[in-house]
């Protein structure tokens, strides 16, 4: 079940599963390798990427929320040069395609970006995060900055405050993809310093918002394929992105409490799906391995006086 | 790493605070060490969200201890999800006669899980205890324990400081969780004055940061050091507090 | 602590208490009157009101979501004269300012609805709230309307998703006052019939997302007073939007939930603490009514074996 | 309405599925009557964020006792927030001989609490069981109830149903709540076919929507009557089916 993400015509990437972890949630394709079966994901998307090194952020960095987390990173990374030095060999190996987030922050870094990101092959594609803040025109600017310059296809991740505003514009500009959205940014206040911490707000909470501006730009954009990303927790928030319209979804937070959230939305969506009773794949289930500890408690072996 | 059941065997007040709880595990958590941890999740639901970081306090006839509150409520037979083992072991030197522990303002049981590992190798233990960890009751430690309490104002100070840090081989200090960084910074000038050149891997911090995924994918714990940046969930939670940039 | 939270200088609203429930949450006034003193909020802020009556919504109207709710309710009325003749005494017998949320619709709607409002003392504002999916020159076209209409102030209800864009061109437009915002829309799958529902979302996470437009608002909006409303789940909630600069908040649908949460709100910001070990008011609290029952059984009049 | 707090005093399994509770409860909530309901809380936490709604199926010796699904885990001791009283009880008729109760494809919970009421009042009551509910166990009912079992196709029809709907003097229906109305549309649509006026007072629909406030606030349980709207949760839960719009 082969699907292509982007309109890129020359160098489309093509997906065997529609589904991919969200920048920012997977690291750069080394974790959670222990844990699930990478290659069954469609595509990995890397942690954000600058042209310069970033600094992780200083102070509270992770505020608890009801049903979520609000989390504020910085962005850090070594740069564009060392990321590439240090991963190259990683994604060279990888079965499925890599696709580099590149924080989109001026034009002329952009430029530099991915004139480099060219030279490498293990790259299928760039996606360009956009700035929360930025207005339909700076966008515009940026993304035909990185359209024309380069040769993989550019997918955008667009802000959820802006997703309507913004979205036909880079479309128009030539994206080849977009990414509704990028998790909303919020305010909270950190319990240990009583200090308000302006971050990322991840929860399923946000996937009834986020879908519902899928829900509404699918009938307005033509020929752009969208991948929806937002609060995805279960198989069925997977599959509603689809329903509404999506070509393929990213999934976020989930990863970080559940990594093998990741595997089953991925089998789920890939079509080898999971057996119901145990939670365990086909390939992997045998008699009796549905007796988890609850169940053997169940059955009487109680621990209970 | 691996996601695996954990269930509650056996449920004991030790303290005035606090409780000790049995987990039956996976085997492959049996391999933990002092410094390193769990999280734990024990809810179906999505609140709270965050799994929590359970420091263990001992490892006793193939089943893990934790220590935690007794205002929070457990059931023997509660299965909770865990992820781990998490983070690196503390790394103590070869040699080592004397470690010091100190907890300031929090709780000690980061460190706790030292004690009977170090016992038992015949290497001496004094824990100090400041600030709101002055309350923290030792009644359930081993008796060869040491004990320092804090002085009244809750400084970082009590009284053998001088001698306790100048006999430990190796210190290990966590802090109150509000701001870390700039604890750990007054920390580590207070031991400076006390001792002039602070030597490598001999002050280490014991980091407490919030882990969202503990795996090294979201990155919200990365700290920067003279060589570079690393992620407390995977290098930490020590670090050797001359080599962390704490502002 | 009186505290003016309109900018219309001839018939400001001057409030006690910088609290109100939000539109929608709390009925007319003639609901919570047996759980709470009513009489302790700043205002009260009825149910949305059209000019001719509105049925009610058909089908799933209450989605249950991860630490929140979408709800749909078509906002039913009886239109804007019945509305009027059932509640005229109530209101007018209300020791607290009455704001009637209007619902903008069209301008002529606005414009006749309006002229009848003004006739009716017993009502203080009007809160007008706009469409979401309402352009920022529509907004403005219809804000307008209502401002050159009447004599009571008007007080205009965002939509969260493009809050920015709107705020600055209806306060431009004449609006006394902006409620940022209503609560955003979404889309979930309903669990019994497994149909996509479209509502709007109440939940604590709605609080950081809202709270952050409120920051950033803040310091491009000029003389024009801002009631925070989004996600109000706790005191520290409400007073985090006081912090960022809001003259007021809005609780929403924690009054289903917990309804003397409001109370608790509105003595807080009003300076009537609540004693922290029972959370009984002051003027409430008796010697041993912090044996709730939970208590009873910790000192060990445990019915368990 | 009043928010109060309830303890669970006794657990007790009745049947295959359910477990009966036992709750002491405010006084306020001892003049519940059959068809009221209350509005429970069972955390602290936000998920989940709505109340649920309960249908007491009897007040015992001043005690609530309610029914729950046994999958569902209480303690004894353990305290529940509750909202309530919710609706109004059933209008039942003042000469009343004979009650047939419905449940269609949902547990007959809601309509239990009648049973005690009606039979020590004298008058017979029969519950019929369609669809879904065909499996719920009656064996903890009063064996003075006449319970008919639906057909195997899960239609609104069992072996004796023209006499039972003809001898009865009113008839409490409850569906499956997805899509009530247009199940509430087939139900009143059958009883048409068997008899051909459908009286006033005589055919009831107990709804189940989800409540968010229970109290009129949220107007998300509004209905169309034909004397104009309706809230389920104040002036239901049980209508006059020939009297509510159902399209
Ligand atoms: C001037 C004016 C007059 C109006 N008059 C009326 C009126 O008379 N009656 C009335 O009911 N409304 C009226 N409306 C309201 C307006 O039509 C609403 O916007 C409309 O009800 C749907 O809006 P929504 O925001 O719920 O859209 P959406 O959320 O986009 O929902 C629209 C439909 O699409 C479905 N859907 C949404 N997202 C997805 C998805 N991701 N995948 C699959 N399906 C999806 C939803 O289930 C829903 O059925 C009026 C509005 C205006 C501006
Ligand atoms: C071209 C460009 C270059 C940049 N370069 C850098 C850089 O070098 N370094 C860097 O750190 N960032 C940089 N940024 C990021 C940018 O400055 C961020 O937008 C900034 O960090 C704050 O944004 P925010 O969205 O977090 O704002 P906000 O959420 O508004 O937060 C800003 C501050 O206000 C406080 N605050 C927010 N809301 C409230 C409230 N309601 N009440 C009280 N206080 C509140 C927050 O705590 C925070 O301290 C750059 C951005 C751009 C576009
Ligand atoms: C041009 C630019 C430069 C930035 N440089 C830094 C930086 O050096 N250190 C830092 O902590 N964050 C930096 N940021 C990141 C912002 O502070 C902000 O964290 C980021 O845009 C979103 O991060 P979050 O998702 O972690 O909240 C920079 C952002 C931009 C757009
Ligand atoms: C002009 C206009 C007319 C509407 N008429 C109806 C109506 O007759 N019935 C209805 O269910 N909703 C009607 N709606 C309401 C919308 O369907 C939608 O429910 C509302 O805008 C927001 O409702 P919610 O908060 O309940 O989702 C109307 C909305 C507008 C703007
Ligand atoms: S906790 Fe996520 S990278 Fe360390
Ligand atoms: S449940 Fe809110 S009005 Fe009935």
């Given at each position: 079940?082969?699907?292509?993400?982007t309109r890129n015509?020359?160098?489309?990437?093509?997906?065997?599963?529609?589904?991919?972890?969200?920048?920012?949630?997977?690291?750069?394709?080394?974790?959670?390798?222990?844990?699930?079966?990478?290659?069954?994901?469609?595509?990995?998307?890397?942690?954000?990427?600058t042209y310069?090194?970033?600094?992780?952020?200083?102070?509270?960095?992770?505020?608890?929320?009801?049903?979520?987390?609000?989390?504020?990173?910085?962005?850090?990374?070594?740069?564009?040069?060392?990321?590439?030095?240090?991963?190259?060999?990683?994604?060279?190996?990888?079965?499925?395609?890599?696709?580099?987030h590149l924080v989109a922050t001026t034009a002329e870094q952009i430029r530099k970006s991915i004139t480099?990101i060219?030279?490498?092959?293990?790259?299928?594609g760039i996606e360009l995060g956009l700035n929360d803040d930025i207005s339909a025109q700076e966008a515009v600017k940026l993304v035909e900055t990185a359209v024309k310059r380069g040769e993989k296809p550019v997918l955008v991740r667009l802000p959820m405050l802006d997703a309507y505003e913004i979205a036909e514009a880079v479309a128009d500009a030539g994206a080849d993809a977009l990414i509704i959205s990028a998790?909303?940014?919020?305010?909270?206040?950190?319990?240990?310093?009583?200090?308000?911490?302006?971050?990322?707000?991840?929860?399923?909470?946000?996937?009834?918002?986020?879908?519902?501006v899928?829900?509404q730009l699918?009938?307005r954009l033509k020929e752009i394929p969208v991948i929806?990303?937002?609060?995805?927790?279960?198989?069925?928030?997977?599959?509603?992105?689809?329903?509404?319209?999506?070509?393929?979804?990213?999934?976020?937070?989930?990863?970080?409490?559940?990594?093998?959230?990741?595997?089953?939305?991925?089998?789920?969506?890939?079509?080898?799906?999971?057996?119901?009773?145990?939670?365990?794949?086909?390939?992997?289930?045998?008699?009796?391995?549905?007796?988890?500890?609850?169940?053997?408690?169940?059955?009487?072996?109680?621990?209970?006086? | 790493?691996?996601?695996?059941?954990?269930?509650?065997?056996?449920?004991?007040?030790?303290?005035?605070?606090?409780?000790?709880?049995?987990?039956?595990?996976?085997?492959?958590?049996?391999?933990?060490?002092?410094?390193?941890?769990?999280?734990?999740?024990?809810?179906?639901?999505?609140?709270?969200?965050?799994?929590?970081?359970?420091?263990?306090?001992?490892?006793?006839?193939?089943?893990?201890?934790?220590?935690?509150?007794?205002?929070?409520?457990?059931?023997?037979?509660?299965?909770?999800?865990?992820?781990?083992?998490?983070?690196?072991?503390?790394?103590?030197?070869?040699?080592?006669?004397?470690?010091?522990?100190?907890?300031?303002?929090?709780?000690?049981?980061?460190?706790?899980?030292?004690?009977?590992?170090?016992?038992?190798?015949?290497?001496?233990?004094?824990?100090?205890?400041?600030?709101?960890?002055?309350?923290?009751?030792?009644?359930?430690?081993?008796?060869?324990?040491?004990?320092?309490?804090?002085?009244?104002?809750?400084?970082?100070?009590?009284?053998?400081?001088?001698?306790?840090?100048?006999?430990?081989?190796?210190?290990?200090?966590?802090?109150?969780?509000?701001?870390?960084?700039?604890?750990?910074?007054?920390?580590?000038?207070?031991?400076?004055?006390?001792?002039?050149?602070?030597?490598?891997?001999?002050?280490?911090?014991?980091?407490?940061?919030?882990?969202?995924?503990?795996?090294?994918?979201?990155?919200?714990?990365?700290?920067?050091?003279?060589?570079?940046?690393?992620?407390?969930?995977?290098?930490?939670?020590?670090?050797?507090?001359?080599?962390?940039?704490?502002?």
């Amino acid at each position: 079940m082969s699907v292509e993400i982007t309109r890129n015509t020359k160098n489309a990437i093509t997906i065997q599963t529609p589904m991919m972890p969200a920048a920012g949630t997977f690291g750069f394709g080394d974790v959670y390798r222990d844990i699930i079966k990478v290659d069954l994901l469609g595509a990995i998307v890397t942690s954000p990427v600058t042209y310069e090194p970033w600094h992780p952020a200083t102070g509270t960095k992770v505020v608890p929320l009801d049903s979520g987390v609000l989390v504020h990173t910085g962005l850090p990374n070594p740069g564009l040069h060392k990321t590439l030095k240090t991963y190259r060999n990683l994604w060279s190996m990888m079965p499925i395609p890599v696709i580099l987030h590149l924080v989109a922050t001026t034009a002329e870094q952009i430029r530099k970006s991915i004139t480099r990101i060219d030279e490498e092959e293990c790259i299928a594609g760039i996606e360009l995060g956009l700035n929360d803040d930025i207005s339909a025109q700076e966008a515009v600017k940026l993304v035909e900055t990185a359209v024309k310059r380069g040769e993989k296809p550019v997918l955008v991740r667009l802000p959820m405050l802006d997703a309507y505003e913004i979205a036909e514009a880079v479309a128009d500009a030539g994206a080849d993809a977009l990414i509704i959205s990028a998790p909303p940014r919020g305010t909270a206040r950190d319990p240990k310093t009583g200090k308000l911490v302006s971050g990322r707000v991840y929860s399923p909470i946000v996937k009834p918002m986020v879908l519902r501006v899928v829900g509404q730009l699918m009938r307005r954009l033509k020929e752009i394929p969208v991948i929806g990303a937002g609060g995805i927790h279960t198989l069925q928030d997977a599959r509603d992105y689809l329903e509404a319209g999506a070509t393929a979804v990213q999934v976020d937070s989930v990863a970080w409490i559940q990594p093998d959230m990741l595997e089953k939305i991925a089998r789920d969506l890939g079509g080898k799906s999971v057996t119901k009773e145990t939670g365990a794949f086909p390939d992997e289930w045998y008699p009796g391995m549905g007796d988890t500890e609850r169940e053997k408690r169940r059955r009487g072996e109680s621990f209970k006086e | 790493m691996k996601e695996t059941q954990a269930v509650i065997e056996r449920i004991k007040q030790v303290n005035l605070g606090y409780q000790r709880i049995e987990l039956s595990v996976d085997e492959s958590l049996l391999q933990i060490k002092p410094g390193q941890s769990i999280l734990a999740r024990l809810t179906e639901t999505w609140d709270p969200y965050l799994r929590q970081q359970w420091f263990p306090v001992n490892l006793l006839n193939g089943k893990l201890i934790v220590e935690r509150p007794l205002s929070e409520t457990y059931e023997i037979g509660q299965v909770i999800h865990v992820l781990g083992i998490i983070g690196q072991p503390f790394r103590f030197r070869k040699t080592l006669r004397n470690v010091l522990l100190v907890a300031y303002d929090t709780p000690p049981i980061p460190l706790l899980m030292t004690i009977p590992w170090l016992l038992a190798n015949k290497v001496s233990v004094t824990i100090a205890l400041l600030g709101v960890a002055t309350s923290y009751d030792t009644q359930h430690l081993p008796p060869e324990v040491e004990v320092e309490l804090g002085n009244n104002e809750g400084e970082f100070l009590w009284q053998n400081q001088v001698m306790t840090l100048g006999w430990a081989d190796q210190v290990f200090v966590t802090v109150g969780p509000d701001n870390e960084f700039s604890r750990f910074a007054n920390v580590i000038e207070r031991v400076r004055e006390l001792r002039h050149d602070v030597p490598r891997h001999y002050l280490f911090g014991v980091f407490q940061q919030l882990l969202p995924c503990g795996a090294g994918a979201c990155h919200s714990c990365m700290i920067r050091t003279d060589e570079g940046t690393a992620l407390i969930c995977l290098e930490g939670p020590a670090f050797d507090l001359t080599q962390v940039i704490l502002r």
